[in-house]
T-cell receptor, first 113, second 119 residues
């Protein structure tokens, strides 16, 4: 069964600290993996996208890693800011025809001053 | 702004009423998706279109739900006889798959969502 699991479910960190969010998946055949940031009451916005041949990608203070062998990904946030408070969703797409996207339930991050 | 727009942004309705939401995708995107999202959960797939054809529907899409994309551009999602359990954020996304085989690249761009509250 194609599934995406994220951990932790929620996280509270102090402003300026780093954190790492995890995503494990069983989606096959794998096409690519995305991390989205979703502010409360808004639609998700893409942070990074990685295909099977990429194992790291950065977008400013966000760095995503992908291990296609163990089917794990992480999103590392450096020097967190209050504006990083949001839900972070891992989405894995498959090469199957039809609907290809499998969503995690997200990690809710709260950055406190 | 991702280029995908949704209207309205918020809708409050009484139980039993019908509601219709609209999504305008990025113009060159041939795929359009509808999702439902409740608080603390990830988006749940409802249905998707390739051009004007509705190719897949989730079991979540009961008989009270219908979606259309008549000209392969904008799409509407209608909920008839709304129930309190329909209260959620309804998200639309569009994409344009590129490449072939393992290099296929299909990135979704999401709209801001329509927040539905059924009283």
């Amino acid at each position: 069964k194609n599934q995406v699991e994220q951990s932790p479910q929620s996280l509270i960190i102090l402003e300026g600290k780093n954190c790492t969010l995890q995503c494990n998946y069983t989606v096959s055949p794998f096409s690519n993996l995305r991390w989205y940031k979703q502010d409360t009451g808004r639609g998700p916005v893409s942070l990074t996208i990685m295909t099977f041949s990429e194992n790291t990608k950065s977008n400013g203070r966000y760095t995503a890693t992908l291990d296609a062998d163990t089917k794990q990904s992480s999103l590392h946030i450096t020097a967190s800011q209050l504006s990083d408070s949001a839900s972070y969703i891992c989405v894995v797409s498959s090469l199957n025809t039809g609907n290809q996207f499998y969503f995690g339930t997200g990690t809710s991050l709260t950055v406190i001053p | 702004d991702t280029g995908v727009s949704q209207d309205p942004r918020h809708k409050i309705t009484k139980r039993g009423q019908n509601v219709t939401f609209r999504c305008d995708p990025i113009s060159e995107h041939n795929r359009l998706y509808w999702y439902r999202q409740t608080l603390g959960q990830g988006p749940e797939f409802l249905t998707y279109f390739q051009n004007e054809a509705q190719l897949e529907k989730s079991r979540l899409l009961s008989d009270r739900f219908s979606a259309e994309r008549p000209k392969g551009s904008f799409s509407t999602l209608e909920i008839q006889r709304t129930e309190q359990g329909d209260s959620a954020m309804y998200l639309c996304a569009s994409s344009f798959p590129r490449g072939r085989g393992p290099a296929i690249y299909n990135e979704q761009f999401f709209g801001p969502g329509t927040r539905l509250t059924v009283l």
